[in-house]
Every structure is written in structure tokens, then in C-alpha cells.
């Protein structure tokens, strides 16, 4: 990894290079903390960028001076899933970084940018699905878990994860 980066919205230009990253980082990440025949079902549901949350205006990439994407996420005030938000509450939405990118400052830079636009905006908490491997990062940024969740994915996928809390002070 290069040692400049440069955080900046995603665009529609992105999504194959966002898909690959997804890919590799819970193809890899995720191993330790869930089972091959969850990760072979549930990688290529979440291992694909959503369009709409790209051209939103709320989901930013990470990437090195040779314009490689270590990370990315973003957040929504619609609920995952399509269902319609609470007022006040913002979700924080397919956050991932490149395998060899971890520990490196990128998810931190990435959600950092998040929680910042969220209170910006006048959010007083962000809700988030945790992958059980997220946790302990997400924990470290002020999260709260909450409860452990069964993600379904479709097509009787379903994916363990942990929802979890942020309230934003301003």
C-alpha cells in the first residue's frame, strides 16, 4: 500500500473495482469468524456493490496515490434492506476494507467521514449490522452492540451479524 490516500465519494465508474474489493475483503476477513458453508452462500450477496447506494452521494471509497480502492462504505437514512428510516437515525452501509490495507487507519479514515456527514446532518444515532468480525472495530469507533441479528439475504440466505448503536454528540 502506498503511504498517501485520499478519501472521495464513490461513483458509478466504481462499481466493478467495489465489487472486487468486497469480495476479497469477506472472502478473507470473514474466514476466521464464520463457516465456509456460510461465507460460499453469503459472499456473493454482499460481495456486490448496490448502485443506488454508490450514486447517493453518501457511500465514499479509500484509495491509494496509484488510485487502487482500500476501503469503502457509507451510510443511508433508509433503512437496509429497503425499509423506510426512523428520523434521527442514519445506518451505516457496506463498510469493507482491502485485506491488505487492515489496521493501516482506512475503515477508521472511512467511518470517521461517516459519523462527521451523519452529525452534520443533524443525525442523533447511526444503526449498524456488524459482521461478527466488525465488531471489535466498530466497538473501538463508539458502537454499542446491541444484539446479536440473522441478516436474510434472499433466496433463504440468511448471515449472523451483531446490530449495534452509535449516538452522536455533537
Avoid at 28 to 42: F, G, K, M, N, Q
Wanted: overall charge positive; some cysteine; glycine content about 12%.
Amino acid at each position: 500500500m502506498s503511504g498517501q490516500t485520499t478519501l472521495r465519494s464513490a461513483r458509478k465508474e466504481d462499481i466493478g473495482a467495489l465489487d472486487h474489493l468486497f469480495q476479497r475483503s469477506y472472502a478473507r476477513l470473514l474466514a476466521p469468524d464464520y463457516p465456509p458453508s456460510t461465507l460460499v452462500t453469503a459472499v456473493p450477496v454482499i460481495g456486490r456493490a448496490q448502485p443506488a447506494l454508490v450514486a447517493s452521494g453518501r457511500f465514499y471509497v479509500v484509495e491509494d496515490d496509484a488510485g487502487r480502492l482500500l476501503g469503502a462504505g457509507g451510510w443511508s437514512v433508509q433503512a437496509p434492506g429497503g425499509r423506510p428510516g426512523t428520523p434521527g437515525i442514519g445506518h451505516v452501509r457496506h463498510v469493507a476494507t482491502d485485506p491488505d490495507a487492515t489496521r493501516r487507519g482506512v475503515g477508521r479514515q472511512l467511518l470517521g467521514h461517516i459519523l462527521q456527514e451523519a452529525r452534520a446532518e443533524g443525525l442523533q444515532e447511526m444503526h449498524c449490522q456488524s459482521t461478527l468480525t466488525a465488531r471489535p472495530f466498530y466497538q473501538n469507533m463508539g458502537f454499542q452492540p446491541r444484539h446479536e441479528i440473522t441478516v436474510p439475504l434472499g433466496g433463504g440466505i440468511t448471515f449472523p451479524a451483531v446490530f449495534m448503536i452509535c449516538p452522536l454528540r455533537t
